[in-house]
């Protein structure tokens, strides 16, 4: 069975140096362009909001919350703890 040996000489004679550089760079330059956009986002925003006013942006119909129902009798809770006393005073 052969053995694999790994050394440094291996990496060198491929220029492996050189690609991990280039390939952290690339990657560096991309997260900070990121960063910048999302740091940037808010003064694009308010700039594309005079161009475009919120109020030309097309929405769907705002459906109004219903008004709360008022009852006048118990609620089910509590026809359900009256049952449940009854039950636990009169078990046999």
Known sequence: ??????????????????????????????????????????????LLNRIVPPSAHHHGPVAKAPAPAVKSGPSEAEIVAAAVAYLHKNKG
């Not at 140096?17 to 997260?31: D, E, H, K």
Request: negative net charge; charged residues 0%; proline residues 2%.
């Open 1 to 46: 069975m052969q053995q694999v040996l790994f050394s440094w000489d291996n990496v060198v004679a491929g220029n492996g140096m050189s690609l991990s550089i280039t390939g952290m760079s690339i990657v560096f330059v991309a997260l900070i362009m990121i960063s910048v956009y999302i740091a940037l986002l808010p003064s694009i925003a308010a």
